[in-house]
């Protein structure tokens, strides 16, 4: 049995089955947890290796091993995606959100506008706005069943002058979509029309389907303006708990200025545990990356024929990338209220809002597909008897799991 097909069962205190979260958020501790993005899969069997190997030594001495970590990403990189990146150009951080937020710090005003692109990854609005600037949104436009950026709307935002910085979410989270490079590169023109900076999230950059190509900022961005947050393994490589991020900064004006402040603040020395995992993820973990591709993959294809043939009511966004996708329960007819006790405690699902992503998303909801098929196919069968149950009428109160519409 391959790994992918194993629950990682132990005593721990994962956020996306504590009782506490489920209860406050959902409203029900028995709740199937398919909403924080991460992974139920062990991590590949190097990274444990090289981190028991770390533990077994029994000191833990200052090192200081940050070139070997770029040089493994870029290595990784040019290999996966045709980058040809500079190890001089990395700034570490401890986090991809800590990364975000000292970009936005250094390269705007209070009160300035950041661009995001809802519906966007939550956190967002939290940074540009624990920062005291202004959230500009450029909503994402739907056509042809796919979404797609209203580059129309995205100029008038620029125009407005009062516009410093964009983040852009590739792949972005948690519509699905991988941007073309046609995209890529009209929107760095753009951005470069009107002196905007784009901070690139390109966590995600690594879970690519088969259809689609990823195209980094960096790859398109050939005056050297803007910014990628590159290189974490947190998501491709399930190290959520244990990884760093990684800034790529072409221009050294600008890496200079981030450096002094990432320095000064001793937020680049990381930890040999971090480190040495990452250097080992990067390169030695690429089959067992494969494996979760093809098995994502299929769980996606899964996923899309089980809802035309027993739930056409649920729309799914085919995903291009990431582990999770992005339902549209409109269909429904609910009211917001309604739909989220179907979801919370008639299917027992935990999934995650749709206006965390922004306003005007209730009737959606994002689903973390990284999890056994097995648990993935329980969740829809339990979605269509509360809905079947919800549409027969008998939508009364929440009802133990398995259980059918007559009990």
Known sequence: MSLLDIKHEVKNNFAKSNPNFLQSMFGNTEATPLWIADMD????????????????RGIYSYEFIEKDVFKAIKNWNFKRHQLDLNTDAFLQVPGVLTGISLLIRELSKEGEGVVVQTPV??????????????????????????????????????????VKLMILCNPHNPVGR?????????????????????????????????????????????????????????KTFGMHS????????????????LKGVIGGMYL????????????????KGEEWLNELLGYL??????????????????KLFKPEGTYQIWLDFSGLKLSDDALNHLVFNRANLALTPGNWFGDNHSSFMRLNTASPLSTIQEAFQELKTAINCNIEGQDVEAKPKNSCCSC
Request: glycine residues 4%; proline residues 2%; hydrophobic residues 40%.
């Open 41 to 56: 899969f062990k991590v590949a069997e190097p990274i444990t290796e090289e981190l028991n190997r770390i533990v077994e």
């Open 121 to 162: 990854y939550h956190q967002f609005f939290k940074v540009i706005k624990s920062a005291k600037r202004e959230v500009i949104e450029n909503p994402l436009k739907i056509v042809d069943g796919v979404y797609s950026i209203d580059f129309k709307d995205l100029e008038l935002k620029f125009k407005q002058g009062n």
């Open 178 to 234: 991988v941007w073309s490079k046609e995209e890529m590169t009209k929107l760095t023109l753009l951005a470069n029309q009107y002196n905007v900076t784009i901070i690139s999230d390109e966590i995600h950059s690594d879970i690519i389907f088969s259809t689609s190509k990823f195209n980094s900022i960096v790859s398109v961005d050939t005056l050297h303006k803007h910014v990628a947050v590159i290189g974490s393994p947190a």
């Open 242 to 257: 244990i990884s760093n991020g990684y800034l790529y900064i072409s221009n050294e004006e600008m890496r200079t200025q």
């Open 268 to 283: 680049d020395h990381g930890n040999a545990l971090s480190a040495y995992a990452t250097i080992a993820a990067y390169t």
């Open 297 to 314: 993959e299929k769980t996606n294809c899964w996923i899309e024929s089980f809802l035309s043939k027993e739930l056409p009511e649920v």
